[in-house]
């Protein structure tokens, strides 16, 4: 059964920075992409970032230059988000391409206060 493992979300103030991780319960070798989309209430799931198996990071528009998507070369995928504002408040869900098959983490809450 595959299983995504999220942390890192939380409470911060307008400004600050958090760090969600995402760890896979699959073999590295057969991750194609993982990455962290949001949604925001009664709007549908949007891309937040990207990072595919050879390193090709892709980014939603609105959190470019904010946010950075790395990964630890294994099974797990980080977001650095950074200069945070109370628009970015929103459940974040860890994704994983496996075999071509999308799977979705639980989410995140984050919350940016004024």
């Known amino acids: 059964q595959v299983q995504l493992v999220e942390s890192g979300g939380g409470l911060v103030q307008a400004g600050g920075s958090l760090r969600l991780s995402c760890e896979a319960s699959v073999s590295f070798f057969s991750i194609t992409e993982m990455g962290w989309y949001r949604q925001f209430p009664g709007m549908k799931r949007e891309l937040v970032a990207t990072l595919t198996s050879v390193n090709k990071t892709n980014y939603g528009d609105s959190v470019k230059g904010r946010f950075t998507i790395s990964g630890d070369n294994k099974n797990t995928v980080y977001l650095q988000m950074n200069s945070l504002i109370p628009e970015n408040t929103a459940d974040y869900y860890c994704?994983?391409?496996?075999?071509?098959?999308?799977?979705w983490g639980q989410g995140v809450q984050v919350t940016v206060s004024p």
């Open positions: 994704s994983l391409d496996w075999y071509r098959v999308i799977y």
